[in-house]
């Protein structure tokens, strides 16, 4: 299997976990949703969906509209086949998630598995988004040395080119930046903080972590640790 055909299928399995479709909806949804797929063809993508059914990812299901099986009929043409995400293919397109290996840092591959990162665990996100940065910082130092070597013999219009490369790659490693920061602060909200964490340790008895209070409030109207009463009409204080 070749690298792009790999990617393909990876992007069928992802969108028809989302709903089942059938070929004409696929190939739209590759091309509006997923624009690297605007070059594949029909004849691209159904011998793709052949395989994918061959090794039993997916299943196909005649159309279930009844005009269009009539329109067809009457036509003399074939009803629209749907095609199905069976619990095998689910389960191949969850270990394609979870893969994080070099080729997933690649430009083609790495814009599909960005597509389908809503469907992604966290920390595999972060090592994609921290290897396809590694691999574009490693482009951009090789460019700048391959400019600093030839810089003399480019004439302006060549040079350009060049900067305009190097600046878009640049471009990107900064919106990786973004991304991952991003990432980890959402990671980090999840955890609690050191300061939260002395603060209870420093409110928390020694029977049961119950908070300290001063003895005038455990005898006063007002319940310790200084909260109003519970409001009735509130169902988690019932």
Same mark, same amino acid.
């Given at each position: 299997?070749?690298?792009? *055909?790999?990617?393909?299928?990876?992007?069928?399995?992802?969108?028809?976990?989302?709903?089942?479709?059938?070929?004409?909806?696929?190939?739209?949804?590759?091309?509006?949703?997923?624009?690297?797929?605007?070059?594949?063809?029909?004849?691209?993508?159904?011998?793709?969906?052949?395989?994918?059914?061959?090794?039993?990812?997916?299943?196909?299901?005649?159309?279930?509209?009844?005009?269009?099986?009539?329109?067809?009929?009457?036509?003399? $043409?074939?009803?629209?086949?749907?095609?199905?995400?069976?619990?095998?293919?689910?389960?191949?397109?969850?270990?394609?998630?979870?893969?994080?290996?070099?080729?997933?840092?690649?430009?083609?591959?790495?814009?599909? !598995?960005?597509?389908?990162?809503?469907?992604?665990?966290?920390?595999?996100?972060?090592?994609?988004?921290?290897?396809?940065? *590694? !691999?574009?910082?490693?482009?951009?130092?090789?460019?700048?040395?391959?400019?600093?070597?030839?810089?003399?013999?480019?004439?302006?219009?060549?040079?350009?080119?060049? !900067?305009?490369?190097?600046?878009?790659?640049? !471009?990107?490693?900064?919106?990786?930046?973004?991304?991952?920061?991003?990432?980890?602060?959402? $990671?980090?909200?999840?955890?609690?903080?050191?300061?939260?964490?002395?603060?209870?340790?420093?409110?928390?008895?020694?029977?049961?972590?119950?908070?300290?209070?001063?003895?005038?409030?455990?005898?006063?109207?007002?319940?310790?640790?200084?909260?109003?009463?519970?409001?009735? *009409?509130?169902?988690?204080?019932?």
């Amino acid at each position: 299997m070749s690298r792009r *055909s790999g990617i393909l299928e990876f992007a069928v399995l992802g969108l028809l976990r989302e709903a089942p479709m059938h070929g004409y909806e696929l190939r739209k949804r590759l091309n509006t949703s997923l624009g690297i797929f605007r070059a594949f063809s029909y004849g691209t993508l159904y011998p793709c969906l052949k395989t994918l059914v061959a090794n039993g990812w997916l299943i196909e299901e005649p159309g279930n509209a009844p005009e269009d099986a009539l329109a067809a009929s009457l036509a003399g $043409r074939r009803a629209k086949i749907v095609y199905r995400l069976t619990a095998e293919g689910k389960e191949h397109f969850e270990e394609l998630l979870s893969h994080t290996g070099p080729d997933t840092w690649e430009d083609e591959h790495f814009a599909a !598995r960005f597509a389908f990162f809503g469907q992604t665990e966290r920390e595999v996100r972060m090592r994609v988004l921290e290897g396809r940065r *590694s !691999r574009l910082e490693e482009r951009l130092e090789k460019m700048r040395a391959s400019l600093a070597r030839t810089r003399e013999r480019l004439d302006d219009y060549t040079l350009e080119l060049q !900067r305009h490369g190097m600046e878009s790659v640049e !471009r990107e490693v900064r919106w990786l930046n973004e991304l991952i920061e991003s990432e980890r602060a959402g $990671r980090d909200q999840r955890r609690p903080s050191p300061e939260s964490t002395a603060q209870q340790d420093n409110t928390s008895g020694a029977t049961g972590g119950l908070p300290r209070h001063r003895d005038d409030e455990s005898s006063g109207g007002t319940p310790p640790g200084g909260s109003t009463p519970p409001d009735p *009409s509130d169902d988690t204080a019932k």
